[in-house]
């Protein structure tokens, strides 16, 4: 079983930099994605940043390319998300989520994956 835990967020002035992090405490197996989402109250979940465990290059959705930065350290099986550049409209619910990919866009299957963290509250104020 696959259990993702988020932490990091937080509350920020708009350009600050804070560092998501997602552990998965279960198993290794039965995925070859993670990335992260975020849903503001009333909006659709967004899939932000994504990445193959494989490596490789990863995946930015435009609101956050250049700002956001996604990692992984697979010996301790954690992704991490570096915010820089915050602004207000990046305030959100961010989640971690893992699933399979296979050859397909990592960032766009998101929304399919099977596995979820419960999120963690990031708020940029202007």
């Known amino acids: 079983e696959i259990q993702l835990v988020e932490s990091g967020g937080g509350s920020v002035q708009a350009g600050g930099s804070l560092r998501l992090s997602c552990v998965n405490s279960?198993?290794?197996?039965?995925?070859?994605?993670v990335g992260w989402s975020r849903q503001a109250p009333g909006k659709e979940r967004e899939a932000v940043a994504a990445i193959y465990r494989r490596g490789g290059d990863p995946l930015y959705a435009d609101s956050v390319k250049g700002r956001f930065t996604i990692s992984q350290d697979n010996d301790k099986n954690t992704v991490y998300l570096q915010m820089n550049g915050l602004k207000p409209e990046d305030t959100a619910m961010y989640y971690c989520a893992a699933g399979v990919a296979h050859d397909r866009d990592c960032l766009k299957e998101m929304t399919f994956f099977y596995y979820w963290g419960q999120g963690t509250q990031v708020v940029a104020s202007s």
């Open positions: 279960g198993s290794s197996y039965g995925y070859d994605c």
